[in-house]
């Protein structure tokens, strides 16, 4: 499975349970590397000057550092293994994003050989993906199972959701569209992706705007209702897979199939849209 980590970890939270405000982030505490980074470790608490803090590498190599604050972000220089590196540490609701940057020989930072370095706030950990896990689809609109996208979406990027939610029959978007939790869902993934096509398929008929979505689901975190929202649509998608299964006929009973399509019809005259569930749980 090839996740990419830069816009994972944000969508996970969707998945987490709660530990704060969805924009509570500061570089204050111990921070954790995971994939390319993994094995590395930041201490790091602020001081009037800016930063002060310890970096640890994946051999255990340990360097102490005082860091500038630019705005959000801290900056120090280390010597990496004889190697001068410009270290930026930007603060992210999960933990921080860390640029490490070597210099020349003449000083210059040298870009093209930066590594880009996730690190996870102490106690914060990432779920695992479900067995029937697919990876995002290519910018293809090669047509891919219903099921599939709504097991696996949640832990793509938002180009990963726009590319699958593109890739979808149209009759598997209008079934989505039916279960309003998991529409809002969907509609706040694309709005950090910003593709009008897709967010002009999601927002039709749901009676709100990418502006009010982010906006509203981070007003969620604050008023300490994002879990009911969470149960919601894990609710939803227990439901609604079970529909798309017998849809593409998996082995299922007759009596499953019957539940599902009565629920779906359920679904379907509850007039229940993404800004109805976004004023509930906002």
């Known amino acids: 499975m090839n ?26 505490g111990r921070f954790f590397g995971v994939q390319d980074g993994r094995g590395a470790m930041i201490e790091i608490a602020p001081d009037e000057e800016g930063y002060v803090g310890t970096f640890f590498d ?15 972000t801290a900056e120090a220089v280390l010597d990496m293994g004889g190697q001068t590196v410009l270290i930026r540490i930007q603060p992210q609701p999960y933990g921080a994003e860390v640029a490490l940057i070597p210099f020349d020989d003449e000083g210059r930072l040298v870009f093209p050989s930066a590594r880009d370095l996730t690190f996870l706030r102490e106690g914060l950990s990432l779920p695992e993906p479900p067995p029937d896990y697919v990876d995002p689809p290519a910018d293809t609109r090669a047509r891919m199972a219903a099921s599939s996208f709504l097991v696996s979406y949640a832990f793509w990027s938002p180009e990963g959701v726009r590319n699958g939610y ?29 593709n009008q096509e897709a967010l002009a398929i999601a927002l039709r008929g749901q009676g709100v705007t990418c502006d009010e979505v982010v906006e509203g689901m981070a007003s969620s975190q604050r008023s300490g209702r994002f879990q009911q929202f969470k149960d919601l ?20 009973s007759k009596q499953t199939c019957d539940a599902a399509a009565a629920d779906v019809s359920r679904q379907a005259v509850s007039l229940q849209t993404a800004a109805t569930v976004l004023q509930a749980y906002r």
């Open 58 to 72: 994946a051999a255990g190599n340990r360097q102490e550092f005082e860091a500038d604050r630019i705005g959000e």
């Open 166 to 194: 593109l890739s979808l029959a149209p009759r598997s978007r209008t079934l989505i569209s039916l279960f309003a939790g998991i529409q809002l869902d969907v509609i706040f993934k694309l709005c950090l992706d910003q």
């Open 233 to 252: 649509v894990a609710a939803e998608r227990a439901v609604l897979k079970t529909s798309m299964r017998c849809a593409d006929n998996y082995v299922a």
């Open 3 to 28: 996740f990419n980590w830069k816009h994972l970890i944000f969508l996970s939270l969707w998945i987490l349970a709660p530990f704060g405000p969805l924009l509570a982030e500061d570089l204050q």
